[in-house]
């Protein structure tokens, strides 16, 4: 066999290895009770509570913006989010967060929120960092 | 039902519609006229039909380009492409831009290059014309179909750019036949996309992505016409170029991205960044095959599989940006057309293209049983391709997660910090990659003497430590080993291109393009890295931070910083004052000014203003901030504006108009017991108790015989001496008492005479003031990033590089053609 050949086998099978590997390194996407269970990072689908106050005040503090939302299993829980508040978040209707429990405040360190475009019915995808990249 | 819409503009729309489908016909024609001309190459006629029909497709693609662009800038908001995408106020420069914002043009755009590398094949091809363009007026029929917009046994073919907005939407309000008059402006353009970079960024990008389709249709027509071994020289001018193109493509966005998108960065793994860098590694991979079985006559069949390959991830890469699949994933794919089931079609088809042939022809590939030497160059290209191959697999496996969901039904996420995850397998392939870059130099085609390479190689690995030590000190990143192992890679390789460089000075010149490539993407690479390790957040906010409640302590200070108008801050080295705000429709640039001051003489050493600007934009829900950035050579200052106070403003008056009692906009009132004669101090001025008027009136309330009605004069002078006269009323009406309230609205004052107390000979009022009007504030974040000109320095070096492999590639084609 010719030297090549044998290190293209080797290649496909650290190839597969890391195929493999990145599967493990992949999320799912949760609900507030099972990130109350695991204390890890995870994603946790939902909606905005509509109905209680976002709470965002630059003038004490221009890191804090907090909301209270549900889960796709209609779980409650309050957000609290280092950052600014995302413009238009009241008219998301699907959030995507980020972050990990902490207590009975779920932090989230990115926030991606779906909302209706005011123009058609297809929906715009936005997407909010709570800190730069290098945390 | 029949209703004769008013105002619209028809014509252009059914020309345009019109073009699309003969383009789409002219194509089709010439990919079969082109087939058969490539099977019987003795019939001239079948040549003659395939030109024809390229040159009609040509024509008609012009046609729809140029129809579009007239029906965007007269602003013919009844179609829906032009309603959507742009509106009145935007200059014509965008209207490029607005083109490539919806999938539409971005198809056109890509189609339009088809052509004009088409047209250069035509020319420059020769021999190769028939076989070639079959493949390349194939992927133009596709294309078209993709914009043709006609319905086909119940199935929805394409979407067409010259669809009506009355019938692409259903709103009842659009079935009036006036319904155009009520549409005064279009949906305007993505303030993102408003950028200079947006005008050159996608047209780079997708002549790139066009012409990887020219080293597919070689590398294709070869096998199929049995010419196995005179592609790869044919082919090697136009692989180079199209790696090129798209790696300038892909700078270019990431620059705008830096500069234009809030983000913080110049490259953040999204879904739609990775797309376009999938095929330019598979591809930058094919041409170092290509060119070491030009050299040595091995790896043949990786060469062809890389070239074929990088042209279907090309399309896959459209699949992935286009059909909406990357939904959750990703930030700016374009939104879903429900033309998926096209795409993958599309995919397919190629696909299948390049199994068939690379399976049918295997046994004839000129495949060689010799063993490769360690000690050559090609063996090692071959290796590097590889690792390249592999590195790019791990893009794709990691991008595609929402793809393998959707096949398999599963719920993956994707990784929760896209940027650790892809950095931590990248550097490692970047390693690899750039160490191998380094020492192949050192060695020749077939075989090389063992005892000069290790020679070189020594000497040359002893200068990249000292290099990388002092190098890593300067930048800081001696912290983490892989930061160091990236420098040092990149400084290895980047001094053995030198040496071959300098070679080349003393007269091998046709060497020397690779090795500027290799130098340019060494600086790259390290700029990157630096930049990416070590930028900080300066605006840290320790201010304002201990004084939120307990549970906020686990965390480090916020990224934001909270600055009002004419209040300086300092913030590391910089004080830095919020200056104003200057509106340029319809964005507010904001003035920040940044100063160095001198601790000890206190002296300003550096003073400059930035100016990030945000749009308040609905259609992206709110305050869309576009970064200003200081260049230095070692450093940039970046600065975001993150909120703004007109938009919390707006929301206040918002919830006041739900409820108005008059009184809101006011602070508590002070009560005063008064005389007549008295002066009284107010935030801006003074007032002055006049006296009473008992002849006092009011409209509507007569006064009865029992009642009382008195005014109370006064008289208010403000700083400026203005003066204003007002006058209170109390009235005691049927034993009811009541009183009239007067505003001075200059001044925010309100008087209420609440009260005449006969007992203590006193009067009673009430004064309110409004709040002094709120001061301007912004919210912004500041990120340094160190060494980033590296980044784009090694850019612009590595496409001079090209530029410079392209020339000597292309004469040695033309010199092999002469003979």
């Known amino acids: ?80 989010f280092r950052g600014a508040k995302p413009q238009d978040i009241e008219r998301s209707e699907q959030i995507v967060l980020t972050g990990k429990m902490d207590g009975n405040v779920f932090r989230a360190s990115k926030i991606l929120m779906k909302c209706p475009s005011k123009y058609n019915d297809k929906s715009v995808v936005t997407e909010i960092n709570a800190t730069a990249f290098n945390n | 039902m029949d209703v004769n819409y008013v105002g619209e503009h028809l014509l252009p729309g059914q020309i345009g519609q019109f073009f699309i489908v003969l383009s789409f016909g002219a194509a089709l024609l010439s990919c079969i006229a082109y087939f058969f001309a490539t099977k019987n190459p003795e019939e001239t006629s079948w040549k003659k039909i395939a030109r024809i029909g390229f040159w009609v497709n040509a024509v008609s693609v012009v046609a729809v380009g140029a129809t579009l662009f007239y029906i965007i800038y007269n602003h013919f908001f009844e179609y829906n492409y032009a309603f959507a995408h742009s509106s009145r106020d935007l200059p014509t420069y965008y209207i490029i831009s607005s083109f490539w914002e919806g999938q539409e043009g971005s198809f056109w755009l890509w189609m339009f290059w088809q052509t004009v590398l088409g047209a250069i094949l035509l020319f420059k091809a020769k021999s190769w014309e028939t076989s070639v363009m079959t493949f390349v007026m194939l992927c133009q029929a596709f294309l078209a179909s993709m914009i043709i917009g006609v319905e086909l046994l119940g199935l929805r073919i394409g979407s067409s750019p010259f669809i009506l907005l009355r019938d692409a939407m259903d709103f009842p309000i659009l079935k009036q036949a006036n319904y155009l008059s009520l549409i005064k402006d279009g949906n305007g353009l993505n303030p993102l996309l408003q950028n200079y970079w947006m005008v050159i960024h996608p047209p780079t990008l997708f002549l790139g992505f066009a012409s990887m389709i020219v080293p597919f249709a070689y590398a294709t027509g070869a096998l199929w016409t049995k010419r196995y071994k005179e592609w790869i020289s044919a082919a090697l001018p136009w692989a180079l170029f199209a790696v090129m193109i798209l790696g300038a493509g892909i700078i270019m966005g990431s620059f705008w991205a830096y500069e234009a998108l809030n983000f913080g960065g110049f490259w953040a793994w999204d879904p739609v960044e990775n797309a376009s860098i999938i095929p330019w590694f598979t591809l930058i991979a094919a041409v170092h095959v290509m060119i070491a079985y030009k050299n040595s006559g091995h790896s043949y069949f990786t060469a062809t599989f890389l070239a074929m390959i990088s042209f279907v991830l090309v399309i896959y890469a459209s699949y992935l940006t286009r059909s909406g699949v990357l939904g959750e994933t990703s930030v700016h794919s374009f939104t879903d057309l429900g033309m998926s089931g096209q ?28 063993d490769e030497e360690i000690y050559s160059r090609e063996f090692w290209m071959f290796i590097g391709a590889l690792v390249l191959t592999v590195a790019c697999a791990q893009i ?28 931590k397998w990248q550097s490692g392939f970047a390693v690899i ?24 190689t020594v000497a040359s690995l002893a200068v990249a430590i000292i290099l990388t030590a002092i190098i890593s000190y300067f930048t800081k990143t001696y912290t983490n080993l892989i930061y160091i192992l990236i420098t040092f890679a990149s400084i290895f390789c980047i001094l053995a291109n030198i040496r071959v460089l300098g070679d080349a000075v003393k007269g091998k010149w046709k060497l020397a393009g690779s090795s500027v490539a290799h130098i340019g993407f060494g600086l790259l690479l390290i700029g990157a890295m630096v930049a990416a390790a070590t930028n900080e957040v300066i605006s840290v906010n320790n201010t304002g931070y201990i004084a939120v409640s307990g549970f906020d302590k686990v965390e480090k200070p916020g990224e934001n910083l909270f600055l009002t108008e004419g209040e300086p801050v300092q913030m590391g080295e910089y004080k830095i004052t919020y200056i104003g705000d200057s509106i340029a429709a319809p964005n507010t640039y904001y003035k920040i000014k940044y100063e160095r001051v001198d601790e000890e003489t206190g002296k300003v050493k550096e003073q ?23 260049h230095y050579i070692t450093h940039d200052v970046y600065t975001l504006i993150t909120a703004a106070a007109a ?14 009692t008059g009184f809101e906009d006011y602070e508590e009132p002070a009560t005063y017991q008064v005389n007549i004669g008295d002066t009284l101090r107010y935030r801006n001025g003074y007032y002055v108790i006049e006296g009473l008027n008992k002849e006092a009136q009011l409209e509507k309330i007569p006064k009865g015989p029992n009642d009382v009605m008195v005014g109370l004069k006064i008289k208010v002078v403000a700083a400026d001496n203005k003066q ?61 990033f160190p060494y980033i000109n590296f980044f784009w320095c090694g850019t612009i070096i590595m496409t001079i590089g090209f530029i410079m492999s392209i020339v000597r590639r292309n004469k040695e084609e033309k010199r092999k053609l002469a003979k």
């Open chain 1, 1 to 80: 066999m010719k030297k090549s050949s044998i290190i293209l086998i080797a290649i496909i099978a650290v190839a597969i290895a890391m195929i493999l590997v990145i599967y493990t390194d992949s999320s799912t996407y949760s609900t507030f009770t099972e990130a109350k269970e695991k204390k890890t990072e995870l994603y946790v689908v939902g909606q905005l509570n509509k109905d209680k106050v976002l709470h965002y005040d630059p003038k004490t503090d221009a890191n804090k913006f907090s909301f209270f939302m549900y889960d796709n299993e209609g779980t409650e829980c309050e957000v609290v």
């Open chain 2, 433 to 456: 990659v750039m160490i191998m870059t380094g020492f192949t130099q050192f060695l020749k085609y077939k075989r090389s003497d063992s005892r000069k390479f290790l020679a070189s």
């Open chain 2, 647 to 660: 938009e919390s403003q707006a929301q206040h008056s918002k919830t006041a108009n739900e409820e108005k």
């Open chain 2, 724 to 784: 204003y006269e007002v006058q209170p009323i109390y009235l005691i009406k049927d034993g009811g008492i009541y009183d009239f309230n007067k505003d001075v609205t200059d001044q925010g004052l309100k008087f209420r005479f609440t009260g005449i107390k006969p007992d203590k000979d006193k009067l009673e009022i009430m004064v309110y003031q409004k709040p002094l009007p709120e001061k301007k504030w912004v919210v912004f974040k500041a990120i340094k």
């Open chain 2, 343 to 370: 795409l993958i079609l599309f995919n397919v088809a190629f696909l299948v293209i390049m199994v068939v042939f690379l399976v049918i022809k295997k046994k004839e590939m000129p495949i060689t049983e010799k």
């Open chain 2, 608 to 630: 400059f203003v930035l100016q990030p600007f945000a749009q308040n934009n609905a259609k992206m829900g709110g305050l869309i901030g576009t970064p200003a950035t200081k």
């Open chain 2, 396 to 423: 794709i496996a990691s991008t595609s997660i929402p793809v393998f969901n959707k096949i398999f039904g599963t719920k993956v996420a994707p990784p929760l910090e896209p940027i650790q995850h892809y950095n």
